[in-house]
Structures are given as C-alpha cells and as structure tokens.
Nanobody
Framework: QVQLVESGGGLVQAGGSLRLSCTMA????????MGWYRQAPGNQREFVAS???????NYADFVKGRFTASREGAKKTVYLQMNGLKPEDTAVYYC????????????WGQGTQVTVSS
C-alpha cells in the first residue's frame, strides 16, 4: 500500500518562502511521476506542479518562476520550494503520485495547510 506523507506547511507573510516535502512509502519511488495540487476553500482542487522520474518538470502558469519542484530518490521524497508567496496561494497542498511503470495507480497525501498573510 502506497503512502504519501507531506510536511512543511505553515503560516508565512506575503513574499516569504516555504518548502513542502512529500515522502513515499510502500513502492518503488522511481516508478512514479510526482505532483502537487492545491485546494482553497470553496474552490476545486487544481494542479500546481509535477516532476517525472527523469526530473522533467511542469508548472501551472500561476506559479511559474516562483515555485520549484524537485525529487530525491534516495529519500523517496519530492519537494516543492515556494518563493514569493502571495495571499492567493493560501490553500491545502496535496502530494500526488501517478505510477508510470507497470500497473497504473494514483495516490494522494493527506494535505498540508499553507497560509499566506498579507
């Protein structure tokens, strides 16, 4: 059973930075494209960033130039470095894993709250 455990959320002032982490347990990390999504109150969950097993990244337009996704295979961890945070970035951030080798499968973390004050 794949488990994703996120950490690193918190309260920060506008313009500040946070780094989210998501650690996988229960499967081979390299077989997954990892992603980050977010959901603000009253809104649908939306894509933020993804990183393939070959570290090819993709970002939503609203975070380009501010957020950076990276992964560390030895620690089975994906990161989201968030700089230049804005109040509109306030949301619960979810880690996502999509298996790309073998049988398909997708998994979600429990979410971590990010709050940006103005």
């Amino acid at each position: 059973q794949v488990q994703l455990v996120e950490s690193g959320g918190g309260l920060v002032q506008a313009g500040g930075s946070l780094r989210l982490s998501c650690t996988m347990a229960g499967d081979i990390f390299r077989g997954y494209t990892m992603g980050w999504y977010r959901q603000a109150p009253g809104n649908q969950r939306e894509f933020v960033a993804s990183i393939t097993r070959d570290s090819i990244t993709n970002y939503a337009d609203f975070v380009k130039g501010r957020f950076t996704a990276s992964r560390e295979g030895a620690k089975k961890t994906v990161y989201l470095q968030m700089n230049g945070l804005k109040p509109e970035d306030t949301a619960v951030y979810y880690c996502h894993a999509e298996r790309t080798i073998g049988f398909p499968g997708t998994y979600w973390g429990q979410g971590t709250q990010v709050t940006v004050s103005s």
